[in-house]
């Protein structure tokens, strides 16, 4: 992807069920990097994240991705240029090679091997079944169906709280590999340390509000 603003927020607020979730948010998303969305519990930065590919839609205010209204793309088209890893990975496949197919139908298995290669799988058989792997194996897994449809962007809600420390430093490394390959990344993370560790540019949620953003040493949020 070329420098520039991946996506723009102009005023967006969410209410559900009668409550404000975002107040007016207004920001922007650079490509070819990563922007962290941190806060307490309940401030708002999963809806953030999933207004991204449309799995919620604001109550008002206008989000753009490279200067288009998310509401004038086609939905499914959308979701193939931005993926979405969720907190826990969920299985949709039986094998390895079914679940790097769900929505690449006609990947073949040397571009297979190469994905898996890519989030530090190399060489798991593609008859291998997704039960019998790991947390950890299931969650890169996960990453590499995200891909498999060559998306601009990933986001990443919690990608690995669910994981033991060694499985959530594998993860991490490809995040970090794929965005040094172009890749741009949306993380939402309780996880400050990683946060630190991971993104470029930080957005600090607080009662559905955006009060902070900067690189994460500047930010008060973080120290």
């Known amino acids: 992807m070329t420098a520039g603003v991946a996506f723009s927020l102009d005023e967006v607020v969410v209410e559900r069920d009668g409550r404000r979730i975002l107040h007016g948010v207004t920001d922007r998303i650079e490509w070819g990097a990563t922007t962290a969305i941190v806060g307490a519990s309940g401030s708002g930065k999963s809806t953030l994240l999933r207004l991204l590919n449309r799995f919620e839609e604001p109550t008002s205010g206008v989000i ?13 088209a959308l979701r193939r240029r931005v993926g979405l890893v969720a907190q826990r990975a969920t299985m949709l496949s039986a094998t390895v090679g079914g679940e790097l197919r769900v929505g690449a139908a006609d990947l073949d298995e040397p571009a297979a091997q190469r994905l898996l290669q890519r ?50 430093r594998a993860v991490d490394a490809v ?3 794929l965005v040094d390959d172009g890749l741009t990344a949306v993380l939402v993370s ?17 009662g559905g509000r955006l009060v902070e953003r900067g690189s994460p040493r500047d930010l008060d949020y973080l120290s």
């Open 119 to 168: 989030v530090a799988l190399a060489g798991l058989p593609l008859d291998r079944a997704t039960a019998t792997l790991s947390g950890g194996e299931q969650q890169r897994l996960a990453l590499a169906r995200a891909l498999a449809v060559d998306p601009g962007v990933l986001l990443l809600d919690e990608p690995t709280s669910a994981l033991d420390e060694q499985a959530a």
């Open 190 to 206: 309780h996880d400050l340390d990683r946060v630190a560790d991971l993104a470029g540019t930080v957005l600090v949620l607080q």
């Open 175 to 177: 995040i970090r590999s």
């Open 64 to 76: 753009r991705l490279d200067g288009d209204d998310l509401r004038s793309l086609d939905v499914h």
